[in-house]
Structure formats: structure tokens, C-alpha cells
């Protein structure tokens, strides 16, 4: 995990991100007061909390629904580090500059321009084209505004609970959500969605599966394509793989229902995860990651 007082001779076997190109589409929201709800008790929020967890859905929408105006933020405002104290947001504009240049080079070769995705960084809950979420839903990318959305605790849950440390852990997780950018200018979402809306609930989540998969594929592509621009160091590859199993379905309903239900899956088992990210890393394709290719046949 990067923290501004860790010192650089404890970081060691960390990504060379110092290096890359700092990304100037990273917007700060960090600090920013939501609207306060009504309250259901600390009972009540915590089996709304519950509920959303097992379920997959978004907490701030089971609120609305049990007649709560949306509830994010409690108290004062957290202290956002100062300019040049912030080793966080310094990391994640240098994994996006250096994100942004792969997937822009890749698009020029195929006679493309890449339009940049803008990272919003948040604390507890944010507002976007795509509603009122919080932070429980882990990053996420809003196909409207084309934006990803990342609470930087998030990257503190993979460690302390899924055991994925590492910076390059945290880069995959952003590589992953731009990759979902990149799906969205290709207009896979748009046919996927298309699919989605003839579909069935399994049907629907095996199309969820196929995207996930697919954004960890292109995680894979950016990852052979820093290595090739020595941003890596030994180890980073298999933080990436930890981190992509460490989110897998399986593991997941593992970890917080006690069995495995493969029907329910939307992201992917961990194995599937690893692998696709591996594809994508191996090949340096975006060619090979057509996961989406059973459905056209």
C-alpha cells in the first residue's frame, strides 16, 4: 500500500512509477460533504449493509428503497493531504498517465484516437451520472460520463482482507476499471447492453462475467506494455494475479456466505480472473482478449 511516510528503501520490490508521465485527469473529490439521511438506527443500516454485501447491489439504493433519503457522510470532512504530501493521488495520476499512453498508442496503430477517461477520487460516497453510490460498491466505471470512481480505501480492503498487497495490486484495479473505459469507446458496452436487455437474470450474468473478464484482459494488455516501458519490477505480475484472484466471485461468496453459488457469478471465478488478466499480459493483444467471441458464433 503506498503511504506518504513509508521511506523508498522499504519499497523495494514496488512498480517503477515514479517515472511514468503524471496523468492531469484525475479530478479530487475527496473531502466533499454528501446530504445526511434520516436515520433507520445503526441496527437497521447494518442489515441494509449486510443485505447489499451478499447481494451484489448497491447500499445507497436499498436505503432509497426502505424510504431513507440517500446517507453518505457523517461529521467533518477528512483532511485531503496537501499538494506534494500526496503520495496516493501521485500514484494513481502516474498508473493513469502511463495507462492513457498504452491505450492511446494502441488506438493510433489501429488508425483510432483515444479519448481519456477522467478518475474521480472520493471518500464514503460520490455522485455520478450513474446515481448515488458509495463506497461499499468498491471502484467503479460510469459508462455516461464516462468516468471511474475509486475510494482509496478501497486499495487498504484488498490488503487488510483479501491479502492482495502491493502497488502493482492497486494498478491492476485501475487498469481493470479503465479497461471498462476502453470497452466503452469500442462500443462492446453498448452491444453488450443490447444483449443484456434479451437476456434472462443468468443469461444477464454470464454477459457480466464476459465483461469483467474481458476489463482484465486489457489490465494484462497495459501490464505487458509497462513492462516494456520498465515500469516493473520482479514480483508485480503475481501482485496483479493475487489481486485478480483475491476478487473473484468464488472467493468472495466464499469469504462472506460460506459456499459458492456459480450462478450468481458477475465478475468471474478467481481463476478466470488470473488467467484472462495473464492472456492479455502474455499476448500484449487486444485481439486476444475476445471474450465475447462465443456469443458472436
Known amino acids: 500500500m503506498i503511504v506518504p511516510e513509508r521511506q523508498e528503501s522499504e519499497r523495494g520490490d514496488d512498480m517503477r512509477w515514479k517515472t511514468s508521465r503524471r496523468s492531469t485527469n484525475v479530478e479530487d473529490r475527496r ?15 447494518l442489515v441494509v449493509l ?35 504530501e500526496d503520495t496516493e493521488r501521485e500514484f494513481v495520476e502516474a498508473v493513469l498517465g502511463s495507462i492513457e499512453d498504452t491505450w492511446a498508442g494502441i488506438f493510433s496503430r489501429a488508425g483510432r484516437r483515444y ?33 471511474v470512481y475509486l475510494d482509496l480505501s478501497f486499495f487498504r480492503e484488498l490488503e487488510r482482507r483479501f491479502g492482495a498487497a ?3 495490486a492497486q494498478a491492476y484495479v485501475i487498469a481493470h476499471e479503465v479497461g471498462h473505459h476502453v470497452q466503452n469507446l469500442l462500443g462492446i ?16 450474468n454470464t454477459l457480466s462475467v464476459l465483461v469483467e473478464l474481458q476489463a482484465d484482459c486489457f489490465a494484462g494488455v497495459w501490464a505487458r506494455h509497462a513492462q516494456a516501458d520498465n515500469l516493473l519490477e520482479e514480483g508485480d505480475i503475481e501482485e496483479a494475479i493475487r489481486a485478480a484472484q483475491s476478487v473473484g466471485d468464488d472467493f468472495i461468496q466464499k469469504q462472506s456466505q460460506g459456499y459458492v453459488n456459480p450462478d450468481s457469478f458477475t465478475h468471474g471465478s478467481s481463476e478466470q480472473r488470473a488467467s484472462w488478466f495473464h492472456r492479455g499480459y502474455d499476448t500484449g493483444d487486444v485481439g486476444a482478449c ?8
Not at 193 to 199: C, M, V
Not at 290 to 297: E, P
Open 166 to 168: 502491493g502497488d502493482f
Open 290 to 297: 475476445d471474450t465475447m467471441g462465443a456469443l458472436r458464433r
Open 189 to 204: 458496452s453498448d452491444q453488450v447492453e443490447q444483449l443484456r436487455r434479451r437476456s434472462g437474470e443468468r443469461d444477464a
Open 115 to 147: 479519448e481519456p477517461s477522467v478518475l474521480v477520487l472520493y471518500e464514503d460516497a460520490v455522485q455520478s451520472a450513474c446515481g448515488l453510490n458509495s463506497a461499499a460498491v468498491g471502484p467503479f466505471y460510469c459508462p455516461p460520463d464516462r468516468n
Open 50 to 84: 449486510a443485505l447489499a454485501y451478499l447481494t451484489g447491489n448497491n447500499p445507497l439504493e436499498l436505503l432509497q428503497q426502505v424510504g431513507n433519503a440517500p446517507s453518505v457522510s457523517v461529521g467533518q470532512p477528512a483532511a485531503v493531504p496537501a499538494a506534494g
Open 31 to 45: 473531502g466533499t460533504r454528501l446530504p445526511q439521511a434520516g436515520g433507520i438506527g445503526c441496527v437497521g443500516l
